[in-house]
């Protein structure tokens, strides 16, 4: 299986499939048709088919997937028994949560510092966590493998603040500023966290509450 | 035009359309075609044209589609000119910065009121809210009209707070537990938001970094 003719829109679908099949794991049921499936994920049928192709993940007909084992394989292919390290910069509110949150250890994000500017902050504790100043991030960096930078830092110095951390050497940033961000560094990889859009949707349903 | 008739696929891309559209048109673009909005989209330009077809965005041959007006039928589907008021409940560090966060009234989504069942955060300030007690819920959604029940609560008790806000006549809820949330009244939108799928796409592209 090469996971590189995996397209970016079903990788995109995959943490949907991993959510499901986990539910329907924990409620015991042991096989699912495409067509189950499809009404969960709310895409055809035939999305499903070709998506699960994708990988391998064949269903039988008339038997439909295994659920044990497609869960297994969308985390296989996912890489959740990877570990990543990750500094959390920006001790204001979304920081404080994204830092004390205990779901992205058991997705194998370990978070491992808090860098903050601002003196009323640096020091002061989250969970275990004492809030580090900015002037240290360099230091840091060089002496710990930093895998993933979550920034939740104000709009205005988003941009500046991820360049020192793309010049740093740290390939992942995980971007909460509602700004989309781009970097020029082309092996970083860049994942922009858009609150408003899942809220326009919200919005567009409210007004048209038959589409579910 | 029929709202009715565009998918649910094609109206969770909108948000993303109408992001892409904004930064063009701020960068005083004036014009793009199928195959280079399919690039910033990261889907393919058969996909785009399909997508805009649904609500009448046609583009012409050889021009390709006006920004300008794009962007305005896109703000128009999504109803970005409608206001709606919402509630937060729980002020945790989550619940205080989407609280704290300007972006959601520009989206039209005004927050009226945050609530807690902490005695020692009942009556704390966050921003220009003093955070109530959730015993006021009631009496509160029974004096104002609150369309969205913004629920950042912890997971274990997401689903009665959920329940007691569809009983009480909220018809929309925005769920930031990790439990993805479905509620019994068919006439409640509920939009889920999953932090950790974004995150589970970075890490594959970690792994995978050709893959942008």
Redesign the interface.
């Given at each position: 299986m090469e996971?590189?003719n995996i397209s970016?829109?079903v990788?995109?679908r995959?943490?949907?499939y991993?959510?499901y099949l986990s539910?329907l794991k924990d409620s015991g049921v042991e096989r699912i048709s495409s067509q189950d499936l499809s009404a969960l994920m709310?895409?055809t049928a035939s999305q499903v088919r070709q998506d699960l192709n994708c990988f391998g993940g064949f269903g039988q007909q008339g038997y439909g997937y295994n659920v044990e084992s497609l869960y297994k394989e969308i985390a296989n292919?996912?890489?959740?028994d990877?570990q990543?390290t990750a500094i959390v910069i920006g001790a204001?509110?979304?920081g404080?949560?994204i830092a004390?949150?205990k779901?992205?250890s058991r997705?194998?994000?370990n978070i491992i510092a808090v860098f903050d500017n601002d003196p009323s902050v640096i020091g002061t504790k989250i969970s275990d966590f004492e809030v580090k100043s900015i002037t240290e991030l360099e230091d840091f960096v060089g002496n710990n493998k930093v895998?993933?930078a979550m920034l939740t830092v104000p709009r205005e110095v988003t941009r500046d603040v991820a360049e020192k951390v793309v010049a740093l050497g740290i390939?992942?940033i995980?971007n909460f500023s509602?700004m989309?961000l781009l970097v020029s560094d082309?092996?970083v990889?860049v994942?922009n966290?858009?609150?408003?859009?899942?809220?326009?949707?919200?919005?567009?349903?409210?007004?048209?509450?038959?589409?579910?």
């Open positions: 996971s590189k970016k829109a990788i995109r995959l943490p949907r991993y959510r539910d709310r895409i292919i996912l890489g959740l990877q990543y204001g509110n979304m404080k949560s004390q949150y779901n992205f997705r194998g994000f895998d993933v390939k992942g995980w509602p989309g082309e092996s990889v994942e966290v858009h609150l408003s859009d899942s809220l326009m949707v919200l919005g567009y349903r409210l007004r048209n509450s038959r589409l579910t």
